[in-house]
């Protein structure tokens, strides 16, 4: 496809589960981001991946979450036993590298732990 | 890290009307994007501007990197450009940093 793309792009889930989330994107595009934004509120920063190096996981915000990418492409955020406060919107966006070009974001999961 | 101030935080403009949004960052960037989240959450890259300006239509950007700041003008507005613009700013070897946003409401 032409942009990012992510699934699900709605989850609902009871607190305490496991969620996974998925990012295709851009192809050729070697650096990935995540961020989340609670409702009304900015985003934030959660993990970032640029080609073959370690990735940035400062924005992590528990050891509940987790992210890999995969082959340099596909990526799967992982929140384990799901809390409450881990309700937002997830956007996930790539570009072709590190300060390299537009910044593209698809049109996130939003997620509800009820 | 980088730290990215916007302002003004929020605006409010009748349709028509003319606008300047500011951005600026507290280091030298290799990076500066601007980005408008509209009502249903999309986020739409409106310019890759580390330096000089840039136009498309209605809108313009312009980066002056040795003074560290960022403007986004919005000339004859219209009630589709309401949504919340973001500038995000991104150093050699660090991740790209959001401000907090510029909240734009155009009435009709």
């Known amino acids: 496809g032409a942009g990012v793309s992510q699934s699900p792009s709605n989850k609902v889930t009871e607190k305490g589960k496991d969620v996974e989330l998925r990012c295709d994107p851009i192809s050729g595009h070697t650096a990935l981001y995540w961020y989340r934004q609670s409702l009304g509120q900015g985003l934030e920063f959660l993990i970032y991946?640029?080609?073959?190096?370690?990735?940035?996981k400062s924005g992590l915000p528990s050891d509940r979450f987790s992210a890999e990418r995969t082959g340099g492409s596909v990526s799967t955020l992982t929140i384990q036993r799901t809390q409450q406060e881990d309700s937002a919107v997830y956007l996930c966006?790539?570009?072709?590298?590190?300060?390299?070009?537009?910044?593209?974001f698809g049109n996130g999961t939003r997620l509800t732990v009820t | 890290g980088i730290q990215v101030e916007q302002s003004p935080p929020d605006l409010i403009l009748q349709e028509g009307a003319n606008s300047t949004l500011r951005c600026n960052f507290s280091?030298?960037?290799?990076?500066l994007q601007w980005f408008h989240q509209n009502p249903w959450g999309q986020l739409i890259n409106l310019f890759y501007?580390?330096?000089g300006t840039k136009q498309n239509g209605r809108l313009s950007a312009t980066t002056v990197a040795t003074e560290r700041y960022s403007l986004l003008y919005i000339s004859s507005s219209q009630t589709t450009d309401s949504g919340v613009y973001f500038c995000a700013a991104e150093t050699s070897g660090s991740r790209l940093t959001f401000g907090e946003g510029t909240q734009l409401t155009v009435n009709p």
């Open positions: 966006a790539s570009s072709l590298g590190a300060g390299l070009g537009e910044v593209h």
């Open positions: 280091d030298s960037v290799n990076n």
């Open positions: 991946f640029q080609g073959n190096s370690a990735p940035d």
């Open positions: 501007i580390p330096s």
